[in-house]
């Protein structure tokens, strides 16, 4: 399982150190893509991106194909250097905004990276009583 919140930055070249807690969870290769829906960037082991894959080609055509585009065209694989460093590519660092100061957080069978500002703004969103709410559907 994939969690914890990591800062980092992004150098001049578009690289960045990817938290080696969560490397040991993802593999030596994983897969970076556009995240479904947010404008962050998702990150996925091989083995779940292939989870993945299996159950948007199970869709039907006209809802699979806006999928395939979003994730597939993006994707990139991905290969920690000797330093833990990963290249993000220009299109998937400008579709996520990211800049600089980033965020990458565990989400359960996958990562995201963050712009810091917009992951700061979408932590707040949930209230106190929103949480509560939705602990409370979980049985918690």
């Not at 980033?102 to 949480?131: M, T, Y």
Request: charged share 30%.
């Amino acid at each position: 399982m994939l969690m914890g919140e990591y800062s980092h930055n992004i150098d001049p070249k578009g690289r960045m150190i990817f938290p080696a807690k969560l490397r040991e969870g993802l593999g030596m290769r994983f897969v970076v893509t556009k995240g479904l829906g947010e404008r962050c960037l998702a990150v996925y082991s091989y083995e779940e991106w292939d989870l993945l894959a299996a159950k948007i080609k199970n869709l039907p055509m006209s809802k699979a194909r806006a999928l395939q585009r979003v994730l597939f065209a993006g994707a990139v694989d991905v290969e920690p250097d000797k330093q833990g460093r990963i290249l993000l590519p220009a299109a998937l660092r400008e579709y996520a905004g990211l800049q600089k100061d980033v965020v990458v957080a565990g989400a359960a069978n996958h990562a995201e990276i963050w712009d810091k500002d917009q992951w700061l703004a979408e932590c707040s969103k949930l209230d106190e009583q929103e949480i509560a709410g939705i602990m409370e559907e979980l049985g918690l």
